[in-house]
T-cell receptor, first 118, second 112 residues
């Protein structure tokens, strides 16, 4: 079936540095991908909707200059956390919509990426 | 706006017990409804879905029926296993949209 892969699965970075997380749709093309943030024992918070070839749409309260999203191709979206701080430590999950074939308009989730800022 | 409300957890059951996790929703249109499962440290996996009223989604012994009259999509399983221990999320997606609205999640722990 359709697979969405995130990389890295976990990352530790120093405060003040930037870190990039990739989200790839492995066997389908995804014009739309989503980025979520999840705090421990909480639900998923939608951060932004990533559209291939255009600017991402950010949810209210999400700093677009801090969380840079690039959807450069139909199979890849990236989330860059700029000037990371310890409060940015979280579990980040992406999802992608498969719009064709057997899967037909189904949303698939990546495995998630743990970010720890020290 | 759209919203999803799940029963509060955590839920702790013994193996082979009957499971119900309640989910109700508020939506302006005719959404599709989903249950996702998240195992510790992992992303979300689609468990089952229903796209219209009275549809029943089922997978791995889990079932949920789309009840428009009560705006509910309760998750049930007749006999839970230790391996079912996870967090379960109810979600909806409007017909005209592409984003998911999630409930708060319900932690299920099944003891042997």
């Amino acid at each position: 079936g359709a697979v969405v892969s995130q990389h890295p699965s976990w990352v530790i970075c120093k405060s003040g540095t930037s870190v990039k997380i990739e989200c790839r749709s492995l066997d389908f093309q995804a014009t739309t991908m989503f980025w979520y943030r999840q705090f421990p024992k909480q639900s998923l918070m939608l951060m932004a909707t990533s559209n291939e070839g255009s600017k991402a749409t950010y949810e209210q309260g999400v700093e677009k200059d801090k969380f840079l999203i690039n959807h450069a191709s139909l199979t890849l979206s990236t989330l860059t956390v700029t000037s990371a701080h310890p409060e940015d430590s979280s579990f980040y999950i992406c999802s992608a919509i498969s719009t064709g074939g057997y899967s037909g308009n189904t949303i698939y989730f990546g495995e998630g990426s743990w970010l720890t800022v020290v | 706006g759209d919203s999803v409300t799940q029963m509060e957890g955590p839920v702790t059951l013994s193996e082979e017990a009957f499971l119900t996790i309640n989910c109700t929703y508020t939506a302006t249109g005719y959404p599709s409804l989903f249950w996702y499962v998240q195992y510790p440290g992992e992303g979300l996996q689609l468990l089952l879905k229903a796209t219209k009223a009275d549809d029943k989604g089922s997978n791995k012994g889990f079932e949920a029926t789309y009840r428009k009259e009560t705006t509910s999509f309760h998750l049930e399983k007749g006999s839970v296993q230790v391996s079912d221990s996870a967090v379960y999320f109810c979600a909806l997606r409007e017909t005209s949209g592409s984003r998911l609205t999630f409930g708060e999640g319900t932690q299920l722990t099944v003891n042997p």
